[in-house]
């Protein structure tokens, strides 16, 4: 059952913690990407990786860390260093096709205490 | 700066009706278009992508595509209540790098 996962699905941060989201893809996808939304938000970019062991900044880098050391693998670090984390993250996947079509993950909604 | 514009709605349709759903990109080089479909608190949803001008039509939702005028539309005939949501436009250009409008919300009331 092929797809992509993101975990976990709640995570509340205290102010100061650095914190991991994983993404996980079993579809042999190439490009990964991870974007934040906002309420009543679009999709923004945050990081994104077209290639193993090769990653981009996205438009909203600031206060986040990304790696990409197995083709399936992406994960976000929120550090402290970003000042309003609490929103929507959601992991997305392409095979950089025809389409070039994205398929997301099931997100992992993040709070601040 | 590339960007792709959505009425924000809310699009209010009642059930049976064609909902009409409009979007426009300032890419010229934009060559792949796509509509997701986003439940509130879930994640997008593709429902179609379309890179030729024209129609293509999937069950009960038609993209159309007008790379002249740079306009894509999605129209859902038979809307049901289920079909409620916000519904997404993207555009790309070949980058790999989809640029998303902020969606519109499509009510369908019994």
């Known amino acids: 059952d092929g797809g992509i996962t993101q975990s976990p699905k709640y995570l509340f941060r205290k102010e100061g913690q650095n914190v991991t989201l994983s993404c996980e893809q079993n579809l042999n996808h190439d490009a990964m990407y991870w974007y934040r939304q906002d309420p009543g938000q679009g999709l923004r970019l945050i990081y994104y990786s077209q290639i193993v062991n090769d990653f981009q900044k996205g438009d909203i880098a600031e206060g986040y860390s990304v790696s990409r050391e197995k083709k399936e693998s992406f994960p976000l670090t929120v550090t402290s260093a970003q000042k309003n984390p609490t929103a929507f993250y959601l992991c997305?996947?392409?095979?950089?096709?025809?389409?070039?079509?994205?398929?997301f993950g099931p997100g992992t909604r993040l709070t601040v205490l | 700066q590339k960007e792709v514009e959505q009425n924000s709605g809310p699009l209010s349709v009642p059930e049976g009706a064609i909902a009409s759903l409009n979007c426009t990109y300032s890419d010229r080089g934009s060559q792949s278009f796509f509509w997701y479909r986003q439940y509130s608190g879930k994640s997008p949803e593709l429902i179609m992508f379309i890179y030729s001008n024209g129609d293509k039509e999937d069950g009960r939702f038609t993209a159309q595509l007008n790379k002249a005028s740079q306009y894509v539309s999605l129209l859902i005939r038979d809307s049901q209540p289920s079909d409620s949501a916000t519904y997404l436009c993207?555009?790309?250009?070949?980058?790999?790098?989809?640029?998303f409008g902020r969606g519109t919300s499509l009510i369908v009331h019994p």
């Open positions: 993207a555009a790309s250009g070949g980058s790999y790098i989809p640029t």
């Open positions: 997305a996947s392409s095979d950089r096709g025809l389409t070039d079509t994205q398929y």
